[in-house]
Structures are given as C-alpha cells and as structure tokens.
C-alpha cells in the first residue's frame, strides 16, 4: 500500500485558550497543499528480511521503520510509530504479524506543515486497509486525535488525496481537502475549499510548536477566531526567529503576491495567489534572486485545488 502524505497550510490560526489538561482550543481553516511525503507500507510474514532491526513491537506486532532521511527519529518519537501503535492497539493486531513502513521524505521538518502528522496519518489509513478497513474514517479521527493535534485532519485530507486507492474505507465520501477545526484538533467540519495558488517558503529552520504555545499563555493573549488570513502564532515566531522574521519581510518586499502568511507555527511562509501566472512568474524569479538563502527552500503548488 503507497500512500501520498500531503501536508497542510492554515488558512486561519486563532488560538482560543488553554485548557485545564494543558492542551488548547483553537479555531484553525486548514486546507491540503499539493506537496507530500511517499509512505510505503507492507505486511510481512515475521522477519522483514530488508530491515536491520524491529524499532517496535505493539500487541505482538513487529513494526519496521526506514526513511531516506537521517534527520527524523526511528522510535516511538516518529509519528508514523505513533500512528501504527494507534491502529494497531485499536485493533488488537488483528490480521498483522509484523508491518513495514518506507517514508520518502520530501517536506521540511518541524516546518509549520504537518508532514509528521501526515505520516501518521498515512500510516494508520495504510494499515487500515490492509487488514480489510475494520475502522471507518471518523472511527480512524477518532483515534489520531489522541496522536497528535493535526492527525484528525491530515486523516480527513489524506483520505479524501488518496481516494483511487481507498475507495473501500467506509465514511470516505465525508473526506474533505478543507475543514473548520475547532477544540484542539478533535472538531473537524468539512467545509468548501478556497482555491489559492501559493509559494511556499522555509528558511532552513526549525521552530518549536510548545514554545509557540508557552509563549502565548505566558503573556495570556489567545484570540477569538478572527477569520481569514489570520494566525496569532505568526507574532511569536517573527520575535524570536529573526530568519523567519526577514523571510517574511523578503517576501513580501520581491514578491506580487495577495498576502503573505505563516503557516501553524512556523518558520514556513505562505505567498497567496489568485492568479497562476503571477504566482508563476514570481516563481521563476525566486530561483534567480538570492534573498531565499544557501539552506532556503521554495516551492510552487496550489491549495484547495482538489476537493
């Protein structure tokens, strides 16, 4: 089973409160990017042959993890771990000896874009499927959300990004590109896509989404859905992330676009485009510009494109 795990952008990030169990409300308009990871996931019959050692072993099923990377963790820190254990608890291992699972990492890390939770994501509905899809797809929300606060969503996306391959998973038809998320990522209402050509760029590095969130409840500024184009944690990142912050300015300084915004909670920034030409053109012009940076990355993609 090949899953693509595409990330998300925010659209809209307000962040509500704090809550007595330490997690945060939030109102968020997430919606797909056309970027993603490629995860590879097999049964095996006891020993996968190809992988050196067992990272984990979850009601007496052996997982196995590789990347092409060396830059994201094998163990239980790995969401793609996190996820397997999610289903395959739920489950009880039913129908599973021992699972393999490949990531073709492609998206930054710790970028602001939910790549990680894509790769849960992409895991759970792997596994899912190869043991006859016993979970329906709000069954599988259900679960990722107590894997992490994106899994919800990049569940609902991925199903609905991947559908020629998961067509058999019961509930799919509510799978939706964009969706209203609300208490910390457990509420997710599909919604209509607002398609938006983008520029996605990432300055090289990584920004801690928990120091994002300690930083607003230590200053008590959390905010009331403010709408469209918004994100309160933009304010906290820009302060304390000066490559960030004159990536921003850069942006918005060489590029024709609608807007420029961050992305959750960081470093990586979002160009909007209503016209694909503009957004083409600026583009083009990027790869000729040096202001991005030796470690810069850019790319060109579409949002809310395919519902």
Request: charged share 20%; with cysteine.
């Amino acid at each position: 089973m090949i899953i693509n795990a595409y990330a998300k952008i925010n659209l809209s990030l307000d962040v509500l409160g704090r809550r007595e169990d330490g997690y945060h409300n939030i109102s968020s308009l997430m919606q797909d990017i056309g970027l993603h990871d490629i995860v590879n996931i097999e049964k095996c019959s006891g020993l996968c042959a190809k992988y050196k050692s067992v990272h984990c072993r979850i009601s007496k099923v052996d997982v196995y993890l590789c990347t092409s990377v060396d830059t994201i963790p094998l163990d239980e820190n790995n969401l793609a771990i996190k996820g397997a254990r999610a289903i395959i608890e739920a489950i009880d291992g039913k129908g599973l000896d021992a699972v393999s699972m490949y990531i073709d990492k492609q998206l930054p890390v710790a970028a602001g874009i939910a790549g990680g939770s894509g790769n849960a994501a992409a895991a759970m509905l792997g596994i899912n499927a190869l043991v006859g899809y016993p979970l329906s797809l709000r069954e599988l929300m259900s679960i990722g959300a107590r894997v992490g606060a994106d899994v919800p969503y990049s569940l609902m996306m991925n199903a609905k990004k991947n559908q020629s391959v998961l067509s058999d998973l019961p509930g799919i038809e509510e799978a939706s590109s964009a969706a209203m998320m609300g208490g910390i990522g457990d509420i997710v209402e599909p919604v209509e896509p607002i398609k938006k050509y983008i520029i996605m760029a990432n300055p090289g590095i990584s920004v801690s989404t928990r120091d994002a969130y300690e930083a607003i409840d230590a200053l008590q500024e959390y905010g009331d859905a403010a709408g469209l184009f918004t994100n309160q944690l933009e304010k906290y990142t820009l302060a304390n992330y000066p490559e960030a912050a004159a990536l921003k300015t850069a942006m918005e300084e060489h590029l024709n676009a609608d807007l420029v915004l961050m992305s959750g909670s960081g470093p990586t920034m979002v160009a909007y485009y209503d016209d694909e030409e503009t957004a083409k053109n600026d583009y083009d012009s990027m790869k000729n510009d040096d202001w991005l940076g030796e470690s810069g990355r850019a790319w060109l993609t579409v949002t809310g494109g395919n519902n």
